[in-house]
């Protein structure tokens, strides 16, 4: 397993990103054609009104012009706002797991107080004769102090709620995890989607030249008069729809361009070209048995769904434990001092007094108005809610590996058959070439080669990259794509 640098834009949830899967490789060479710089890019259209502003591409600072399929994954994570949602929820569930854990520890607060009372006061003199009066009277109040309570017992409801916040922290790894496989799949998608319509540009840019050395060559023969004129206007038609071709690859290669640049979170005319396809590694036949216990074991949705079950067991057992004493002690240290000062008993001559005490209570439920019956109703519901979302994650899985293994499969053996397939149409078309030339067959068996040999080239390209594709399919399928927290 292959180690990725830390990402950036990743600190926030403080953990390295690994990629890549682990495979077994059988070496395959990688046949043509592949996606070619060319010197002198054709505009675009090719054939038609030119569109500069369409196809002009501009350096991104701090990316790379040309990117691998990692490296892009990479990109994606750090900077495409399609991945910063799930990470935010994924924060919020990691700060309660923290903050639930606080609550075995000691609660402290501070206090104080400052009061000022108006009153009206009556004294009365002690001498005869006896005289009262009446005036206001001003007293002031301060305080400063502390309170220190810690919970004794409250029956394991403390512990239940830090349990289940930790496994709901685990199940939002897990999902998050799942969002990064997704996101990894989709960059997969894209970069195979790139490099297939540049192939397809090289591969109709070739046919147009073999398609006008054709037509060339029916010119040539109705200047030496062995052929008719009429059979130019089928060349001519074969050229022109290879033309057509190459203009509508054109377009759909720079729209490809766009949206995977879109993924990576960057403008759609950045300069971000995936590189070229390097030799394929086929991992040996799997098997649906091996794959689907592989899916289990490493498919963080379903193993998300696990832990949901176990935090809402958890949060069931709050629920019931609610209707255990609570016993809470409680230590409280303030000094306080009053004026206008009074004497002993009476007051303290306004000096700082330090009061302490020490208690405990305990609370006992008795009756709530049916509210602790609700909630565990409530939570009751919730966990059968994720036991069957647990099933239909599962039921899924299975489902993913089956049609992952058919469709891998599958594009393995349809690009087998597109090599065949395109080695006899070039075979076919170099033969119908050369006969044409000494006129054994007709310009109809010439053009109906061309025509082959464009179907077998569309059909090669798409097979050679469909098979990649059902790579990484396979790999999400499984939950083997290797991106980990």
């Known amino acids: 397993m292959k180690r990725i640098a830390l990402l950036a834009a990743f600190v926030v949830a403080g953990f390295p990103i690994v990629a890549r899967a682990q495979l077994h490789p059988i070496p395959v060479p990688t046949p043509a054609p592949t996606p070619s710089i060319s010197s002198s890019p054709l505009p675009y259209p090719a054939y038609g009104t030119p569109a500069p502003d369409v196809q002009l591409l501009v350096p991104h600072p701090g990316v790379p012009t040309h990117v691998s399929l990692e490296h892009a994954i990479d990109i994606a994570v750090a900077v495409s706002p399609t991945f910063v949602g799930q990470r935010a929820v994924y924060s919020a569930l990691r700060a309660r797991y923290s903050a639930e854990e606080q609550a075995l520890f000691p609660a402290i607060s501070a206090n104080g107080l400052w009061q000022k009372s108006y009153s ?21 109040i301060e305080s400063a102090g502390y309170t220190i309570s810690q919970l004794i017992f409250d029956g394991g409801r403390v512990i239940a709620a830090i349990k289940s916040a930790r496994q709901s922290e685990l199940a939002g790894r897990g999902t998050l995890l799942r969002e990064l496989d997704t996101l990894a799949y989709d960059v997969a998608q894209s970069y195979y989607t790139v490099l297939e319509d540049q192939a397809s540009v090289t591969a109709d840019r070739q046919l147009v030249r073999e398609f006008q050395t054709s037509e060339n060559a029916v010119r040539a023969q109705i200047r030496n008069g062995v052929a008719a004129l009429s059979s130019l206007a089928q060349a001519e038609y074969q050229a022109a729809k290879a033309r057509g071709s190459l203009v509508q690859a054109q377009g759909a290669a720079i729209t490809a361009q766009s949206q995977f640049a879109t993924l990576l979170g960057l403008d759609a005319n950045t300069e971000i070209v ?55 002690g409680s230590f409280n240290d303030s000094t306080a001092r009053q004026f206008p000062a009074l004497p002993p008993p009476y007051g303290t001559n306004g000096k700082w007094a330090p009061a302490r005490s020490l208690s405990a209570s305990i609370s006992i439920p008795i009756y709530d108005q049916g509210l602790t019956w609700y909630n565990i109703e409530s939570a009751k519901y919730v966990l059968d809610e994720a036991k069957a979302t647990a099933a239909q994650t599962k039921l899924t899985v299975e489902s993913d590996v089956r049609s992952a293994l058919a469709q891998l499969f599958s594009a393995r053996a349809n690009f087998t058959q597109a090599q065949l397939e395109i080695s006899s149409a070039q075979v076919s078309m170099q033969a119908a070439q050369a006969s044409y030339r000494v006129g054994v067959q007709t310009i109809l068996d010439l053009v109906t080669a061309e025509a082959n040999l464009a179907t077998a080239q569309s059909d090669y390209i798409a097979a050679l990259y469909g098979v990649r594709v059902a790579e990484q399919n396979y790999l999400y399928a499984t939950g083997l794509s290797d991106l980990r927290l």
């Open 120 to 140: 009206n006061a009556t004294s009365c003199l002690r001498v005869v004769p006896f005289t009262c009066t009446t005036g206001a009277q001003i007293t002031t």
């Open 274 to 328: 995936p590189q070229s396809l390097g030799p394929d590694t086929y991992t040996t036949t799997p098997t649906y048995a091996k794959s689907l216990a592989q899916a289990l074991l490493m498919r963080p949705d379903y193993q998300s769904a696990q832990y949901t079950i176990s935090a809402d067991q958890e949060n069931l057992r709050y629920a019931e434990l609610a209707r255990m004493p609570t016993i809470t």
